[in-house]
C-alpha cells in the first residue's frame, strides 16, 4: 500500500488542482438552489416602519389613560371603554397623523384610527387593540368602538416596531449557501432581483466498455446494461450540477481520445467511470495522457475505489476518472466528486456526522467505505445501519442506503455509538 495515497492527500491534491468556477447574476426566479456567491445586507432597517401586526384600531394610550387614585388603577382608570372611528390607514399608503384629524367639537369620546395587518402605525398612536376585542355602532359623532368585557390592552401592544429585526447594514446571508425558499423571499425583500451565484459547470459523463448496452436496447448473455452514468448524473443533479451530457465509448485507444478530445472542447468537467485499472483495455489513462490532462493522482488508499484517477487539463478542466465498478464508481463520485465541484462553487461545506447502529471493522492501511442507511434515533441524532456490499460491483441492493461512511484505517474495530462520517449519494 506503500504507493497509493491516503484519502487525506487525495482530497488536498484535488483542492489545491481546482480552480474555483466562475459567478454569474441571475433573476430571482431562476435562483431556487445555487450557491450565493456575495454577501446580503439588510438595505434598511427591518421593519422600515412601526408596523401594526393584526387588524384592529390605533390609540394614543397617553391620551386615553386615566388618573391614578391613591396609586390604584382600574380598568376604566387605564382606559376608556369606548372611542369614536376617525379614519382608516391602510396598508401601502403614507402614515395618518391621529393629532391632526378633527373631529367633532362636542365628541365626548378619545378618537381611534383603524389599522390593518401590515400597514404602518399612524403617527400619535402607540397601542393597537385586536378588532376581535371591540364591537362597531353608529352614533351621534360617528361610528363608535366600544370594547368588549374583560379586555386589558397592554401599551404599545399588537406593533412590530421599526428596526426591532436587524439594522440597516446587518448581514442576512452569507456567500456560499445554497439559497432555500426563505433566503429567496430575504432576497427579494432587500432588493436583490438578481443576485450574483455560482455558475453551474458542464459535466461531461463518461462510460467506457465494450460489454456496455443503453437501458432500452437487447442484452445479450454477455452484456451488461449501462448503469453507472445514470447513478453519477443523479448524484451530481441533487447538488444542482444539472448541465450534463451522458455518453459511451467502446475499448479502444483511438476512439477513447477522439472522444475524450471533443468533451474537452465543449465541457467544464469530465466524470469518467471504467476503463481506469491496469487490465489489457484500460485505455483511460493512456487517452487523457495524448491530450495533454496532467495526471495529479492514480490510486488512492481506499475501498472500494482503489483505482481512482484525477488530472487537470491544460486549460484547467478537472477530469475525475473513477472505476468501472459500480459501487466504486458512486462511492468515489458521493466521496471525491460532488465535494470537490461544490468547494469549487465556494459552497460553504459542512461535515455531517452519523452514529453507528453496530460494529464495523476497518482496514488497515486503507480507509473503508461503507454504505449505510440512515434513520432518526428520535433523539435529534441520525444512526447509520451498515450494508457493506460483498464485492464493488453488486450493487443492486444499494436502493435501501442513503450514502456511505468513511471508516478510517486502523486495526480497532468501531463499536455501536461511535461517531462517522457520512457522504450522501
Given at each position: 500500500m ?25 433573476s ?13 445586507r439588510a438595505?434598511?432597517?427591518l ?19 386615566g388618573?391614578?387614585?391613591q ?8 382606559i ?12 401601502g399608503?403614507p ?9 367633532s ?6 378618537a ?11 403617527h ?23 370594547l ?5 390592552p397592554?401599551k404599545?401592544?399588537?406593533?412590530h ?5 436587524c ?6 446571508l ?15 425583500a ?27 436496447e ?17 448524484s ?5 450540477f444539472?448541465l ?17 478530445r471533443?468533451v ?33 493522482f492514480?490510486k ?8 481512482f484517477?484525477?488530472g ?34 465556494d ?12 460494529a ?8 473503508r ?19 457493506p ?37
Amino acid at each position: 500500500m506503500h504507493d497509493l495515497l491516503s484519502i487525506e492527500t487525495a482530497d488536498r491534491l484535488i483542492g489545491e488542482a481546482l480552480a474555483p468556477f466562475g459567478s454569474e447574476t441571475v433573476s430571482l426566479l431562476h435562483s431556487a438552489g445555487r450557491i450565493l456567491r456575495q454577501e446580503i445586507r439588510a438595505e434598511r432597517a427591518l421593519p422600515p416602519y412601526d408596523r401594526v401586526i393584526l387588524d384592529g384600531i390605533a390609540i394614543r394610550w397617553q391620551d386615553t389613560r386615566g388618573a391614578q387614585a391613591q396609586g390604584q388603577r382600574t380598568r376604566k382608570q387605564e382606559i376608556p371603554d369606548s372611542f369614536v372611528l376617525a379614519a382608516t390607514q391602510p396598508a401601502g399608503r403614507p402614515p395618518l397623523d391621529l393629532r391632526t384629524i378633527v373631529t367633532s367639537e362636542n365628541a365626548p369620546l378619545p378618537a381611534a384610527i383603524a389599522v390593518m395587518t401590515g400597514s404602518v402605525l399612524p403617527h400619535g398612536t402607540d397601542t393597537v387593540i385586536p378588532r376581535e376585542d371591540y364591537d362597531l355602532t353608529e352614533g351621534t359623532h360617528g361610528t363608535i368602538i366600544r370594547l368588549e368585557d374583560g379586555v386589558h390592552p397592554r401599551k404599545g401592544q399588537h406593533i412590530h416596531s421599526e428596526g426591532s429585526d436587524c439594522a440597516a447594514g446587518t448581514v442576512l446571508l452569507n456567500a456560499g449557501i445554497r439559497l432555500s425558499p426563505p433566503d429567496l423571499a430575504i432576497l427579494a425583500a432587500n432588493g436583490v432581483a438578481e443576485p450574483r451565484v455560482a455558475i453551474i459547470p458542464s459535466i461531461a459523463i463518461i462510460s467506457t466498455g465494450d460489454e456496455l448496452v443503453a437501458p432500452d436496447e437487447p442484452v445479450q448473455a454477455w452484456q451488461i446494461r449501462r448503469s453507472n452514468e445514470y447513478a453519477i448524473s443523479a448524484s451530481l443533479s441533487r447538488k444542482g450540477f444539472t448541465l450534463q451530457s451522458l455518453s459511451l465509448v467502446p475499448d479502444n485507444l483511438a476512439a477513447v481520445t477522439d472522444h475524450f478530445r471533443e468533451v474537452l472542447e465543449t465541457h467544464d468537467v469530465l466524470v469518467i467511470s471504467g476503463g481506469v485499472s491496469m487490465g489489457q483495455f484500460d485505455f483511460v489513462p493512456k487517452a487523457l495522457a495524448a491530450l495533454n490532462v496532467r495526471n495529479v493522482f492514480h490510486k488512492v488508499a481506499q475501498r472500494p475505489g482503489k483505482p481512482f484517477w484525477f488530472g487537470v487539463s491544460d486549460k484547467g478542466q478537472p477530469v475525475f476518472a473513477l472505476p468501472g465498478n459500480p459501487v466504486s464508481a458512486l462511492a468515489c463520485c458521493s466521496r471525491h466528486v460532488v465535494p470537490a465541484l461544490l468547494r469549487a462553487q465556494d459552497h460553504a461545506l459542512s461535515t455531517r456526522r452519523v452514529v453507528l447502529s453496530e460494529a464495523l471493522a476497518p482496514l488497515s492501511g486503507m480507509t473503508r467505505l461503507v454504505p449505510v442507511q440512515l434513520q432518526s434515533d428520535g433523539t435529534g441524532s441520525m444512526r447509520a445501519t451498515p450494508h457493506p456490499m460483498p464485492t464493488s460491483g453488486d450493487f443492486n441492493r444499494l436502493g435501501m442506503t442513503d450514502g456511505i461512511v468513511s471508516l478510517p484505517p486502523g486495526d480497532r474495530p468501531l463499536q455501536a455509538g461511535d461517531i462517522v462520517t457520512f457522504h450522501e449519494w
